[in-house]
């Protein structure tokens, strides 16, 4: 169920939100716009933990990596 919010908008994006786009589609725009910044902030803190993850664990090489696919695939 959609909620109604107050946000503040600096003045030049309020202006350009109401010249671009027409009256009952401001929502549906920074509703889109919210979720594809959402996304990169949820990529972003992804990345951070794979790479806490992969400074944690041991290297392995191109061929053991194959091998234990393989086997977990059982091939």
Sequence with gaps: MPTKVNVVLDDDVKEE???LV?????SR????ALRRELLMVR???AD??????RAEGKP?????LLA???KDRGR
Aim: aromatic letters at 0%; charged letters at 40%; zero cysteines.
């Design 48 to 53: 951070k933990r794979l790479d806490k993850l």
């Design 68 to 70: 234990l696919l393989r």
């Design 29 to 32: 725009v920074v509703n889109r």
């Design 60 to 64: 392995i090489s191109s061929s053991e």
């Design 43 to 45: 990529r972003a803190q």
């Design 22 to 26: 027409e009256s009952g589609m401001r």
């Design 17 to 19: 939100l109401e010249r």
